[in-house]
């Protein structure tokens, strides 16, 4: 069974970074079907998609968040990290990764539980 | 770019009852990467459908999804007390996008 892990601290600092990490057990994270992603939701709202990465290193960044936002692969710890800088209020929310399958078909299969981040002195 | 749009906003419908929610796109989008998922109070989303039409592993076939080009449609055949939840479509162009959501409640 595949399982997705979100890990990070709940409460970040405005102007200070966020840093999540996702922990994959069940499936290799250096499989070539897969991509992995971050997804968030603030309270109340619906679901945007932040970023992903290939288990090569290539990546991919929604262009509202790219500027603030770096994903990153650690395959040999069978985990992907990200990076958002400079928060703001407006950062909070419940952050989801989630495999993305991205061959012939694409939808994201498998989801953390997510872990809520909160902006805030 | 393309914009997902979904409708109604709200749908309240009594147990037993068919659903039918429509996403729209803003322009043709591929039915290969249309899906649909979805949503409980406090719990990450789920896959339902794929590929438009393609029920994931363990949906139970009360679920369907249907459509193409600009227009899509899942539809709960018969609601159960499990299926009050949100519903989201998501595209797949040049990145992942979701749609603003439809929530099912109990009317």
């Known amino acids: 069974q595949v399982l997705l892990q979100e890990s990070g601290p709940g409460l970040v600092k405005p102007s200070e970074t966020l840093s999540l990490t996702c922990t994959v057990s069940g499936a290799s994270i250096s499989g070539s079907t897969y991509h992995w992603g971050w997804i968030r939701q603030p309270p109340g709202k619906g679901l945007e998609w932040i970023a992903t990465v290939y288990y090569s290193g290539d990546t991919f960044y929604s262009p509202s968040l790219e500027s603030r936002v770096t994903i990153s692969v650690d395959t040999s710890n069978n985990q992907f990290s990200l990076k958002l800088y400079s928060v703001t209020a407006a950062d909070t929310a419940v952050y989801y990764c989630?495999?993305?399958?991205?061959?012939?078909?694409?939808?994201?299969?498998?989801w953390g539980q997510g872990t809520l981040v909160t902006v805030s002195s | 770019e393309i914009v997902l749009t979904q409708s109604p906003g709200t749908l309240s419908l009594s147990p037993g009852e068919r659903a039918t929610l429509s996403c729209r796109a803003s322009?043709?989008?591929?039915?290969?990467?249309l899906a649909w998922y979805q949503q409980k109070p406090g719990r990450a989303p789920r896959l339902l459908i794929y590929?438009?039409?393609n029920r994931a592993t363990g949906i139970p076939d009360r679920f369907s999804g249907g459509g193409s080009g600009t227009d899509f449609t899942l539809t709960i055949s018969r609601l159960e007390s499990e299926d009050f939840a949100v519903y989201y479509c998501?595209?797949?162009?040049?990145?992942?996008?979701f749609g603003p959501g439809t929530k099912v409640d109990i009317k």
């Open positions: 998501q595209h797949y162009g040049s990145s992942p996008l």
């Open positions: 590929g438009a039409s």
């Open positions: 322009q043709s989008v591929t039915s290969s990467y």
């Open positions: 989630a495999r993305l399958l991205l061959r012939g078909r694409v939808y994201f299969d498998y």
